[in-house]
DNA sequence: CTCTGTCAAGAGCAGTGCTCTCGTTTCGGT
DNA sequence: ACCGAAACGAGAGCACTGCTCTTGACAGAG
């Protein structure tokens, strides 16, 4: 196969590649995305900073190879926290992956800001980048799924109104076809919940109120799996 | 007083500093503050560049002006929202603390990402900020306070743990004292939601599963009523 | 009227993303 | 084995950016 016998200037071609994006995420989680600049990427590299536009026609491409390569991270760590959890235990499931989440993002404050804060100006996710997006919301969906047979509600779910009833069976169609649709809206509900407190943590809105955050933490995703009705 | 009687060169001054802010808002709003840039703000206003740096003495004391006033901007729309509200319905008060920030935030786009949105890196908020910024917090808080007799809570709000205790209480005895602090605790599990809510709108991530969000917005803003018990 | 502090403007520095050109190297087909 | 085409790295250069420093003009206070 082509793809097994590669010419030497293809095998130096994708070694520069990773090289170069190595040197890019190393840039972004010193510094932050607004500060990664190509040409310190060139002259850490000894190359001129003209070179790289061989590899990366542009510095959003480059980002968006970067936030492609955050999203599957994350979203592989949120996949094996999910799966090492006990199998019966929805419960901890959920916990498993709201904690593996949050310490992800806190290891990684500039990468995570770079997929959920700010967007950059003018940037339109290109499509490559939706499928790694989706993984942590459809581990979210597998505890979901995992634990739908046994889930009891405190509060019964108020009634999906015109298009969001809609959009939630559009969702279970595709997605959770043995989840409720009103289960399924509840979890986009933590969902947002748990990436907004997350974010707030991480970019100081929390300082003066909760901070240091771990117990607020981990009282609210007790919290939302009761909201859940996890068993 | 020295306030009244102001020389022209005072009043000049003044005049410039408010046009500044003005023109600054003006390329914020279009472009985002990522591609803010003094020159341009100088070009616009027919002046030097180097003029600008009379009135502020850096870029980021120029976003620093925008963000106290846009945090202020949204606070008092929020606090409008509130006080509009019928006095004796804790409900109705808390949808339209929610419809107003969501308002707010989608009508300013880049003036709520510059608040609610990735910091700008090395970047520390100055003591001026804390306070515009805590408003819609505290609108939050007058909500739960007006309601706080005849909280109904459908699930009972798990015990609070070690420093989560001590900083609830620190918060009900400061701002809310005929508050519970496991009530308080849920108002800022609510708070974490609402703006992680309107972030993944206004970033894009809502894309593909509830956009439009108008009806899931609705829908949330009432279970999380529900969650805080309110009457 | 003089003197002092404020002001706008211009030049300049160091940095950015990006483009174009120019030799050189490498690869695939003949 | 050769030769043309494609890929490559380097360099110069463009149009920007935030920011500093100097220079000369002007307004206000004594």
Redesign the interface.
């Known amino acids: 196969m082509a793809t097994v016998i590669r010419t030497a200037r293809e095998r130096a071609r994708d070694e520069l590649t990773l090289e170069i994006k190595k040197e890019a995420r190393r840039q972004l989680a010193e ?5 990664l600049s190509l040409r310190a990427v060139a002259r850490e590299l000894g190359m001129a900073s003209s070179a790289l536009y061989r590899y990366f026609p542009s510095r959003d491409e480059l980002l968006t190879a970067l936030i492609i390569d955050a999203y599957n991270a994350l979203g592989e760590r949120a996949e094996q926290a999910v799966a090492a959890g006990p199998p019966d235990d929805a419960r901890a499931r959920w916990h498993a992956l709201c904690d593996s989440v949050r310490a992800w993002a806190r290891q990684h404050p ?1 990468e995570y ?2 997929l ?6 003018g940037y339109a ?1 290109p499509a490559e980048t ?1 499928a790694p ?2 993984r942590v ?1 459809l581990a979210l969906i597998s505890v979901l799924r995992s634990g739908a047979g046994q889930v009891q509600l ?2 019964p ?2 009634p ?5 009833a809609e ?2 069976a559009a ?1 279970v169609s595709a997605v959770a076809p043995e989840v409720s649709a009103g289960l399924l ?2 979890g ?2 933590a969902w ?6 997350i ?2 943590e991480l ?3 929390l300082v ?3 901070d ?1 955050a ?3 933490f ?3 995703v ?3 799996a ?2 859940l009705g996890l068993p």
Chains 1, 2 share one sequence.
């Open positions: 510094e932050g995305a607004q500060r500039h800001a770079l959920y804060g700010t967007p950059v100006p996710a939706v997006a989706a919301a405190t509060a779910v108020r999906l109104r015109g298009a969001l959009q939630a969702l809206t509840r986009l509900v947002t919940q748990l990436f907004g407190m974010s707030f970019f100081g809105h003066g109120s909760v240091p771990d117990e607020f981990a009282h609210t007790e919290e939302m009761d909201f």
